[in-house]
């Protein structure tokens, strides 16, 4: 009787899932093979694991627009395709490249500290964006514009990340190259990470909704 109940249960949950909810599942699905190559270049080191890192970002970016289309088109918006839009936006736009940055280099105190804020903004840009989703709503109940950056905007730094993988300006070689603060070093250029992350959160900053 448990396991009737269990299995009902299980296809409830299913029958809970619009078609762009298996979308954004690709999204985050996508965000998370970026972290496991970015974890393989470190074991191996070879560049071909952050070029597909690249590619299964892209991928994530494309599954995160296809899944706003479609939930648009089917008129199936809902507050849990929301939520999961959200989980999955950090893991691939927000958790993927601070992790491929690691990777590549940027793993002094100082640059994991600013890989960590950068983390952080993108949850609390998120977040916020839930809970007054319905405030910026006009009256057709559509989001009229963003406050702050939108997180997958950071597709741009994962493309800086490929260009430096590319051109062998990783590790010792990154471009600027290091600043002694204390007792730990900070790679200037891992201060891009910093300022997208206070572009997320920033207040002042609004772009129109597609």
Do not use: Q
């Amino acid at each position: 009787m448990s396991d009737e109940a269990d299995r009902k249960r299980h296809f409830s949950m299913l029958r809970d899932f619009h078609l762009a909810d298996f979308f954004t599942l690709g999204n985050g699905a996508c965000g998370t093979a970026t972290i496991l190559f970015a974890m393989d270049y470190l074991r191996e080191g070879t560049v071909g694991k952050v070029y597909a890192a690249f590619v299964f970002a892209v991928a994530a970016l494309v599954f995160d627009v296809l899944d706003g289309r479609i939930a648009r088109w089917r008129h199936a918006a809902s507050p849990m395709g929301r939520e999961l839009d959200s989980l999955a936006d950090v893991i691939s736009f927000g958790v993927a490249p601070a992790a491929l940055a690691f990777a590549l280099g940027f793993s002094g105190l100082w640059d994991a500290l600013v890989l960590l804020y950068f983390v952080c903004c993108g949850i609390s840009r998120l977040a916020r964006y839930n809970i007054t989703a319905e405030k910026l709503s006009g009256a057709e109940g559509k989001v009229k514009y963003f406050e702050g950056t939108p997180i997958p905007t950071s597709i741009l730094l994962t493309t800086m990340l490929l260009v430096l993988a590319h051109t062998g300006r990783v590790g010792a070689s990154l471009p600027f190259g290091t600043v002694d603060l204390g007792p730990w070093a900070l790679h200037p250029l891992v201060l891009l990470f910093a300022l997208s992350g206070s572009l997320m959160i920033s207040k002042t900053i609004h772009i129109p909704k597609p």
